[in-house]
Structures are given as C-alpha cells and as structure tokens.
C-alpha cells in the first residue's frame, strides 16, 4: 500500500513559482500513475495533474501552461512545479497513485482517483 508524505509548500506572491514534492513508502512508483490534487477552503478537492507510468502528463484545463508534473522512480518522488500563480491556486495540495499498472484518465490517477493520500502541503498565494 503506498503511502505518501507531501512538501514544498509555503506562502508566496502572484506571478511567483513553487516546487512541490511528495515521497512514496510502502511500493515503488515505477508502474503507478501519480496525482496531484488541491483542496481549497469550502470547495471540493479538485484533480491538478497526473503522470502516468512511461510520463504522460494531463493537466486541468486551469494551470496548463503553468504547472509541470514529473516524476523520478530511482527517488520514489514525484514533484510538481508551480510557475506564474495566481491567488485561485491557494490550497491544499495532495499526492494519489493508482496501480501497480496504473493509467491517467485525464488529470485524475486511474478511476478512483487513487490511494496513499498524506497530510498535504498548504500553498498560499497572497500579495
């Protein structure tokens, strides 16, 4: 069962950039697709993006161009960059697999949305 712990967080201005990173236990990656997802206060969690296992990546319609998922198997982490963002980004961030033999259905890992959700890592954009 993979379990992940998630970082990177923090507070920085609009137009500013991030680097999340969350770190798998319990399975290595290599076959999982890998999601990251975003909750902001009194709203639904939302899917962001997912890599699949040979690093396919799928966005929301919301931060393409912005974002980049990736990953690094040998590390068991996966890590997404956070360029020119906005005060609509503020959330908390989580990471999900699906798998082994994982698959991307869109931003969202596998049908479900995946398991192995940590305690997240709190982004806020605020001038």
């Known amino acids: 069962q993979v379990q992940f712990v998630e970082s990177g967080g923090g507070l920085v201005q609009p137009g500013g950039s991030l680097r999340l990173s969350c770190v798998a236990s319990?399975?290595?990656?290599?076959?999982?697709?890998i999601g990251w997802f975003r909750q902001a206060p009194g709203k639904e969690r939302e899917a962001v993006s997912c890599?699949?296992?040979?690093?396919?990546?799928n966005y929301v319609e919301s931060v393409k161009g912005r974002f980049t998922i990736s990953r690094d198997n040998a590390k068991n982490r996966a890590y997404l960059q956070m360029d020119s963002l906005k005060d609509e980004d503020t959330a908390v961030y989580y990471c999900?697999?699906?798998?082994?033999?994982?698959?991307?259905?869109?931003?969202?890992?596998?049908?479900?949305?995946?398991?192995?959700w940590g305690q997240g890592t709190q982004v806020t954009v605020s001038s």
């Open positions: 999900a697999a699906d798998g082994p033999l994982g698959y991307c259905s869109g931003p969202v890992p596998g049908a479900r949305g995946g398991d192995g």
């Open positions: 319990g399975s290595t990656l290599e076959y999982y697709a």
């Open positions: 890599i699949s296992p040979r690093g396919s990546e």
